[in-house]
Structures are given as structure tokens and as C-alpha cells.
């Protein structure tokens, strides 16, 4: 069982910037693709980014290509999201998630992810 800590969100104006920061219990394992999803009420799951632990690749949304970076902190142990440029339509609730059998191919799909953490809201004010 992998528990995970998402911290970093937080209520900024349109334009700033955020770093999301995902924690597991234990530690990350070479196969786990950690990505990052976003939610608000009575919207569908929206697939933000995604990293795999071992081999670094990267995949993002469009709608955050260019504005948001996903990194791996190996020594911490944890996979950060850096936020720029924000727009109030990245207003969610954002979820970290592991896939522990993630490849590259299946990063953006939420449906592999077998552990979420609780999510952390992120505001953004126009």
C-alpha cells in the first residue's frame, strides 16, 4: 500500500506561479509513473502530467504544455509540479497518483493509477 502526501497548493493571482510537491510513504519504485491529475466538482478527472520515476520521461496536457514542469527530487524522494503563468481555469483540486507498472505509453491515463493522495486545492484569482 503506497501512501501519498500532495502539499504546495494554495490561492495566488492569475499569473503566479505554484510548486506542488507529491510525497509517497516509502519510496518510489523503478517501474512507478507518478502523475498529476486535477478534478473540480462535478468535472471529469483531467490528466495534468506525468513522469516515470526510473527513466525521467515527461508527458503533459496541452493545456499546461510550456507553463507547468514536472520533476523528480530523487534525494527527497518526491516528484514536484512546478506551476507558471496560472490561469483561474487551473482552479482544481489537484491529485498526485501512482502507477506502480506505468510506461511511457500509459502515463495519461488515469485508469492505471492504482494510489491517489487526498489532493491540494489550488486557487487562482483573476
Known amino acids: 500500500q503506497v501512501h501519498l502526501v500532495e502539499s504546495g497548493g494554495g490561492l495566488v493571482q492569475a499569473g503566479g506561479s505554484l510548486t506542488l510537491s507529491c510525497a509517497a510513504s516509502?519510496?518510489?519504485?523503478?517501474?512507478?509513473?507518478i502523475g498529476w491529475f486535477r478534478q473540480a466538482p462535478a468535472k471529469e478527472r483531467e490528466f495534468v502530467a506525468a513522469?516515470?520515476?526510473?527513466?525521467?520521461?515527461?508527458i503533459y496536457a496541452d493545456s499546461v504544455k510550456g507553463r507547468f514542469t514536472i520533476s523528480r527530487d530523487v534525494a527527497k524522494e518526491t516528484v514536484n509540479l512546478q506551476m507558471n503563468s496560472l490561469k483561474t481555469e487551473d482552479t482544481d483540486v489537484y491529485y498526485c497518483?501512482?502507477?506502480?507498472?506505468?510506461?511511457?505509453?500509459?502515463?495519461?491515463?488515469?485508469?492505471?493509477?492504482?494510489?491517489w493522495g487526498q489532493g491540494t486545492q489550488v486557487t487562482i484569482s483573476s
Open positions: 516509502g519510496v518510489f519504485y523503478a517501474n512507478d509513473a
Open positions: 497518483a501512482v502507477d506502480p507498472y506505468g510506461t511511457p505509453a500509459s502515463m495519461k491515463n488515469s485508469d492505471n493509477y492504482n494510489y
Open positions: 513522469t516515470m520515476w526510473r527513466l525521467g520521461d515527461k
